[in-house]
C-alpha cells in the first residue's frame, strides 16, 4: 500500500493515502525504538512528540529508528484511522468508513495529550 509523507494542513508533516483503503485493513505499523516509561518521561521533557504506549512500562519512540507512522496527526471529531495493539505490535488500521485517496491519515492521540475543554 503506498502512502505518501507531505506537509499537513492539521500539523507539519502528514501521511496520506495515495490510494483508496477499506475499513479494517491495517495500514502501517507503527515502529521505533522500544523504550521504558522513564526513557519515554525524559524525551518527552524535551520536546520528544512521536512517543506511543505499547504496554506496561514499554513504548516506543518513532524518531528513532522509526517509519512514516510517525507522521499520522492528531484528529478528535472524525479520525479516519485507529490504533490496534496485537502480539506486541502498534498498527495504524483504516476505520469506519475508511481512508480516501489524498486523505491525510489521523486518529485521536487521547486525552493525555489533547485534553477535552
Avoid: Q
Amino acid at each position: 500500500m503506498k502512502l505518501v509523507v507531505k506537509k499537513s494542513p492539521l500539523h507539519g508533516k502528514g501521511l496520506f493515502a495515495a490510494d483508496d483503503i477499506p475499513w479494517g485493513v491495517k495500514i502501517i505499523e507503527y515502529k521505533g525504538e522500544l523504550i521504558s516509561d522513564a526513557i519515554a518521561e525524559e524525551r518527552a521533557a524535551r520536546g520528544a512528540d512521536t512517543i506511543f504506549v505499547l504496554h506496561d512500562d514499554v513504548y516506543i519512540d518513532g524518531a528513532v529508528n522509526g517509519n512514516d507512522a510517525r507522521y499520522i496527526n492528531h484528529a478528535r471529531g472524525r479520525p479516519n484511522c485507529f490504533v490496534l495493539r496485537e502480539g506486541g505490535r502498534i498498527w495504524i488500521v483504516a476505520g469506519i468508513e475508511g481512508v480516501r485517496k489524498d486523505e491525510e491519515l489521523t486518529f485521536d492521540y487521547g486525552t493525555g495529550f489533547y485534553p477535552v475543554e
